[in-house]
T-cell receptor, first 114, second 112 residues
């Protein structure tokens, strides 16, 4: 039972354009969400997060939007750069578990072409 | 600060054998989690340790076990290896109460 879903396995975008990566979840107890980026042969690195009390969080070129009623979040990268090419994982957590367990989606491979 | 260190980076084992993977967390981080990454399945939570105690466990068979030492280093053991255990095993550490988990580079296990 996949509680966090990333339905697009891959996304191709041109440099300078916007990349939008989507994530859906089913567990209404999730109240904190994170995005991780992963390059081949490396571990995931934290990008940006958002609490369920917010609907938007911005950090430089990265913005995460949360729609609680739709159980949907998205990561926007503007402008996209070739170095952003990686696999992006959405993760969710129940805060009352002390952030002990991250539930990840299956990832979206982003390719940004020059 | 040094990052999360996992050893070995690569491992090839035969079905039926057992394997032990090691993880050294970032200095000061007492929480260590383990994840399995396989194609199409994303990262699946295995277990989490804090102060030498397992606090949370994922839906994996009992062949998967772990432990944490007093210096917060952690080991993960898989017994009676199966072909389906071939995966990238990732360890993550974090400070208690913080949201961000820092991952190591992982151990690529291949079972033949």
């Amino acid at each position: 039972d996949q509680q966090v879903k990333q339905n697009s396995p891959s996304l191709s975008v041109q440099e300078g354009r916007i990349s939008i990566l989507n994530c859906d979840y089913t567990n209404s107890m999730f109240d904190y969400f994170l995005w991780y980026k992963k390059y081949p042969a490396e571990g995931p690195t934290f990008l940006i997060s958002i609490s369920s009390i917010k609907d938007k969080n911005e950090d430089g070129r990265f913005t995460v939007f949360l729609n609680k009623s739709a159980k949907h979040l998205s990561l926007h990268i503007v402008p996209s750069q070739p170095g952003d090419s990686a696999v992006y994982f959405c993760a969710a957590v129940e805060q009352n578990t002390g952030f002990q367990k991250l539930v990840f989606g299956t990832g979206t491979r982003l390719l940004v072409s020059p | 600060k040094a990052g999360v260190t996992q050893t070995p980076r690569y491992l090839i084992k035969t079905r039926g054998q057992q394997v032990t993977l090691s993880c050294s967390p970032i200095s000061g981080h007492r929480s260590v989690s383990w994840y399995q990454q396989t194609p199409g399945q994303g990262l699946q939570f295995l277990f989490e340790y804090f102060s030498e105690t397992q606090r949370n466990k994922g839906n994996f068979p009992g062949r998967f076990s772990g432990r944490q030492f007093s210096n917060s280093r952690s080991e993960m053991n898989v017994s009676t290896l199966e072909l389906g255990d071939s995966a990238l095993y990732l360890c993550a550490s974090k400070e208690q109460g913080n949201t961000e988990a820092f991952f190591g580079q992982g151990t690529r296990l291949t079972v033949v």
